[in-house]
């Protein structure tokens, strides 16, 4: 494994990020593959024993439990010094709006919350999980800061937003002598990869981390282009990301086979090798310890100039989709 800053944190994360969405409660998920609490913690050892520190999830994932199964886990595991531990909180909610509910408060009520079921006194990065367009962005950064400020954060982080908002949001909490964001979560892998246009200059010019989710396209870049993921048969979020695409990003598919199978390695390695070479340490899911094993070993890949060209070659710009598709008033 290798290890790195999260932007200009001073945490040290691995190149891989454990995404814990795929575990929690079943019944109070959206997801067929969610897994229970026994089978999460022998992925969550295998992450461990294979040198990823870092583990990222979050209040909406299987209605909380998500975040209860990893707390208790690494409690179980490991000394909480030696996990790296993100989660996110989402806008607020009408409820809270029509209540009068501050920006401040709100993210104060969620990172509590969130900590109970952690079983833990403080995250190493809190995310805000999207832009919350009902809620004055000032409240948002004011709030996150007092929870850097209280030790109950030690860094903070933005996911699903756009270039604009990123640098709206920093500039502000720069003004007032605030923390800033320090990570941004994204979108983006060889299937997807819009954040190009905007989102990876802003970040590489002000040292903010890249740590993108769904770097393995829901599956279907380690898969033939005609065959189905658990995933992508059960998500009709993520089969729709793509499917306008399809024959397109077909070819960008066998490219990845193609030299998976030229270089002796699995289309996994392939994959993660290209988007490590882009960003800080993407977030991969892992179902079984041979996901972990794979993600682990694309650390060592590196594919040459020639090589990352032909996989992007083919690509063609696609349309926003899930969460940003409806990131609007």
Not at 53 to 74: C, H, K, Q
Not at 105 to 133: F, G
Not at 209 to 237: C, F, H, I, N
């Amino acid at each position: 494994m290798e290890y790195t800053e999260l932007g200009k944190s001073g945490i040290t994360v691995s190149r891989i990020c454990l995404g814990c969405m795929g575990f929690g409660d079943a019944n109070l998920g959206h997801h067929a593959w969610t897994l229970d609490e026994e089978h999460s913690k022998e992925i969550i050892r295998a992450a461990l024993d294979n040198g990823i520190n870092f583990f990222d999830t979050a209040m909406g994932y299987a209605g909380g439990t998500s975040e209860e199964y990893l707390g208790r886990i690494i409690k179980g595991l490991t000394a909480r010094k030696n996990a790296v531990i993100a989660t996110k909180f989402l806008p607020r909610t009408q409820d809270e709006i029509a209540g009068g509910i501050s920006g401040q408060k709100h993210v104060a009520d969620c990172l509590d919350k969130s900590l109970k079921r952690l079983e833990t006194d403080y995250v190493d990065l809190y995310i805000c999980h999207m832009w919350d367009y009902h809620t004055p962005i000032e409240e948002i950064m004011e709030g996150l800061n007092t929870a850097v400020k209280d030790g109950k954060a030690r860094a903070i982080g933005i996911s699903n937003c756009y270039a604009w908002q990123l640098e709206k949001a920093n500039a502000i909490a720069e003004r007032n002598g605030w923390a800033k964001f320090v990570s941004v979560q994204g979108h983006y892998n060889l299937l997807f990869r819009e954040e190009e246009r905007e989102m990876i200059p802003c970040c590489e010019e002000n040292g903010i981390a890249l740590t993108p989710y769904s770097s393995l396209a829901s599956g279907r870049l380690v898969k033939p282009a005609d065959e189905m993921t658990k995933r992508l048969e059960t998500d009709g979020v993520a089969k729709s990301k793509y499917d306008s695409t399809k024959e397109q990003d077909g070819i960008i598919i066998a490219r990845v086979a193609e030299l998976a199978e030229k270089k002796n390695l699995t289309r996994t390695q392939v994959a993660l090798g290209w988007l490590l070479s882009k960003v800080t340490a993407p977030i991969v899911g892992a179902t079984k310890i041979r996901h972990i094993e794979d993600a682990v070993a694309a650390v060592g890949v590196k594919l040459t100039a020639e090589e990352i060209d032909y996989l992007e070659e083919s690509y063609v710009p696609h349309k926003l989709v899930g969460v940003m598709q409806f990131n609007h008033k």
